[in-house]
């Protein structure tokens, strides 16, 4: 209970390791997280692959009874984000700090 993780992101999230990365995030989920918290804070691009990633994480977590939450502030990410309506299914902050220091952090 309680427990959170932060996964660090590269600067590009795209076709070339959007699999990777979604087996990373399932990894922790399974490991009993309450909390997944993925910090794109370096990351600059993310294509469609990479959003597809995010979804299936996130919905996975849910599943798990985990909360996942982004990390970024990049423009090019978080309009990527909003665009494909991601950013209503995942709650995005603007620092890892941001998205622990939130109230409701791991208390599902």
């Known amino acids: 209970m309680g427990r959170v993780a932060v996964v660090a992101l590269p600067a590009e999230v795209d076709v070339s390791n959007a699999e990777q990365i979604r087996h990373d995030l399932a990894a922790v989920v399974t490991q009993d997280a309450s909390l997944v918290i993925v910090d794109m804070s370096t990351t600059t691009?993310?294509?469609?692959?990479?959003?597809?990633?995010?979804?299936?994480?996130?919905?996975?977590?849910?599943?798990?009874?985990?909360?996942l939450r982004l990390a970024t502030s990049a423009p090019a990410v978080t309009r990527v984000l909003a665009i494909t309506g991601v950013d209503r299914l995942?709650?995005?902050?603007?620092?890892?700090?941001?998205?622990?220091?939130?109230?409701?952090?791991?208390?599902d």
């Open 90 to 107: 995942i709650e995005i902050f603007p620092t890892v700090a941001a998205a622990m220091a939130d109230p409701g952090a791991g208390t």
């Open 45 to 67: 691009f993310c294509d469609s692959a990479g959003v597809t990633a995010l979804v299936r994480a996130v919905r996975q977590a849910n599943a798990s009874g985990a909360q």
